[in-house]
T-cell receptor, first 113, second 110 residues
Framework: EAGVTQFPSHSVIEKGQTVTLRCDPI?????LYWYRRVMGKEIKFLLH????????ESGMPNNRFLAERTGGTYSTLKVQPAELEDSGVYFC???????????FGPGTRLTVL | RKEVEQDPGPFNVPEGATVAFNCTYS??????FFWYRQDCRKEPKLLMS???SGNEDGRFTAQLNRASQYISLLIRDSKLSDSATYLC???????????FGTGTQLKVEL
């Protein structure tokens, strides 16, 4: 069974540019989560989708971040415009309905210059 | 105060040693706890869930102490391949979102 995949694996952009990260969860997983780890800090929750609906977006840092999950399959996380402090590793995780066990993707390493 | 706190280490131990990590949590309403392992530049992978009764998986033993609000991970007979960062995590409330500690780095040496 394929795991959670994320694209791109790395992205280097300049401050003010736009970047879109993609996550493909494990097939059949209703729950999809985005997390972020910035340098030297812990992995922090950003938001949670149940199918196509945003269940919890309490961790989104500000309105420069927009997440979507149209059709309840893959999800995108857009950062527009990117700032220096957005640099970090963005992880996606998915899980089956009702399960606490989340499976993480390999992450996207974002560097904003 | 961080919701989940860990000693960042590093813990440098010889192969074959026993090593223990503790993690404290501040929210008494947290209902589930986990240990994840993260290798350098990789994603976190679930190592084990943690129960009040304690649970063991081979060389790994996890324990939850709700009264003192900490969880522990014991690794016996350390292997070189155990070198990694160990993250503790909790779930509080619905939605099953994870709250992580910063991780404890373990280096097992010859």
């Amino acid at each position: 069974e394929a795991g959670v995949t994320q694209f791109p694996s790395h992205s280097v952009i300049e401050k003010g540019q736009t970047v879109t990260l993609r996550c493909d969860p494990i097939s059949g997983h209703d729950n999809l989560y985005w997390y972020r780890r910035v340098m030297g800090k812990e992995i922090k929750f950003l938001l949670h989708f149940v199918k196509e609906s945003k269940q919890d977006e309490s961790g989104m840092p500000n309105n420069r971040f927009l997440a979507e999950r149209t059709g309840g399959t893959y999800s995108t996380l857009k950062v527009q415009p990117a700032e220096l402090e957005d640099s970090g590793v963005y992880f996606c995780a998915s899980s089956q309905r009702g399960s606490e066990r989340g499976y993480f993707g390999p992450g996207t390493r974002l560097t904003v210059l | 105060r961080k919701e989940v706190e860990q000693d960042p280490g590093p813990f440098n131990v010889p192969e074959g040693a026993t090593v223990a990590f503790n993690c404290t949590y501040s929210n008494s309403a947290s209902q589930s706890f986990f240990w994840y392992r993260q290798d350098c530049r990789k994603e976190p992978k679930l190592l084990m869930s943690v129960y009040s009764s304690g649970n063991e998986d081979g060389r790994f033993t996890a324990q939850l102490n709700r009264a003192s609000q900490y969880i522990s991970l014991l690794i016996r007979d350390s292997k070189l391949s155990d070198s990694a960062t160990y993250l503790c995590a909790s779930i509080t409330g619905g939605g099953n979102k994870l709250t992580f500690g910063t991780g404890t780095q373990l280096k097992v040496e010859l």
